[in-house]
């Protein structure tokens, strides 16, 4: 079966050039889209299984009894509801949107716990003091240990600092620091509390085993008990919908498609919507032209007999009406002696010609020359006949008028 069977050859190339476009730009999309479960990807996402990714931490807070949920909805919504028994985790976010900040503030007011890594996370914490380092530093530092509070007992901790903290606020107080310069620092706000990272490394699944990290990820979040746990996806640029589980390669793929599918439906409709214009009327012929194109016919059939035939035939038909018989077959024989005993004066040739019109309307091999003279003969004996009946009918035409007039008087 042909595919697009009803479509003419120019719409069915454009629908298989469209729809081979589309199946390439797929796999392109497919080939070329990174893996987001790499190692090179550096968000610490809950869903990735990569080095620098959270998995591993989000499920170990899960299985060891942790009342933990992942945070996809607008961050207002939780703010809306947080209390003193609400604790969340925002690892490396991204976002400087006026209603985030507001919602961080607003949770820690309320009474919330919140740990928060990086410098956009410092920046979305109530009396937060982000700076850059003054030396960057991109190999793992074991910090020191420098405050006094339970946090800076956590142990042995490794870190990769990717921002540092405004030391001045004496409510702010460092509990480790990576050569000189601030990398966690806890602090009361209102109600709440905050914990900030110089970077997220400790939670990261390549790191989250080394040394004392998981330590310093448990007392950052407090006591479990009495308290409920939100690890925030929203700010890492996906706030999760409906919709959000039809996005990617997926949805990519469907909007080229529907594109696609409009630009081959214009086409198709253009195609035909031009100015129509009416065909255009055939010229009939002129008798001469008729007459030549009859005489092709014949000759390249070879069918002299069937000419000859018809013209017989029509001149039967004719000599009949004027002898006031109804047509029907009857010889030419008869015929002849018909039309003798109507018209006395008939052409004396009228015999033998009609006779040889028989014979050659029955054979196969009569010369087109023959063919022409016979149907000129009958053609000759009809204008006779027609002139010979033009005297009688105005004779009978009198005969009737004066008939007329006799009857008027009377």
Partial sequence: MKVGGSLDA?????????????LAMGAAIGLLTPNANGND???????????????????????SGYPIERWERPLSELAATAGPETVVIFAEPFSREASDIKAVHQIVE???????????????????????????????????????DALAGSGQVWMVPEATWQ??????????????????????????????????????NGSLARADNLDLLLNSLGPRAGHRFYWDESLHGDVRSAWSYAAGPALSLLRIGLAALGLLIVFSFSRRSGPLRDVPAL?????????????????????????VAAAL????????RLCGLRPGPIGAVELAATIRRRFPRADPSLDADLAACEEAAGSDTLDPGTALRL??????????????????AHAAAISENDSSAQERPS
């Fill in 283 to 307: 010229q009939r012929a002129a008798p001469v032209e008729f007459i030549e194109a009859l005489g092709s016919l014949y000759r390249n059939a070879g069918a002299q007999s069937t000419a």
């Fill in 41 to 63: 990807n550096p968000l610490p996402s809950t869903y990735l299984a990569g080095q620098h990714g959270a998995r591993a931490a989000y499920e170990t807070l899960l299985r």
């Fill in 110 to 148: 309320r009474g919330g716990r919140v740990l928060s890594t990086g410098f956009w996370g410092g920046f979305l914490l109530p009396g937060g003091e982000p700076d850059t380092p003054r030396e960057f530093n991109f190999a793992a530092c074991q910090l020191e240990p420098e405050g006094m």
């Fill in 375 to 392: 149907v000129r003969a009958l053609h000759r004996h009809r204008e006779k006949l027609a002139e010979a009946v033009k005297p009688l």
């Fill in 313 to 320: 035939e029509r001149f039967r038909r004719f000599s009949l």
């Fill in 10 to 22: 120019g719409d069915r190339g454009l629908l298989l050039g469209v729809v081979g476009l589309a």
């Fill in 167 to 204: 030391v001045g606020n004496p409510m702010q107080r460092t509990q480790y620091g990576c050569a000189g310069q601030p990398a966690v620092v806890e602090y009361d706000y209102g109600k709440g509390h905050v914990v900030w990272w110089a970077s997220a490394t400790p939670l990261e």
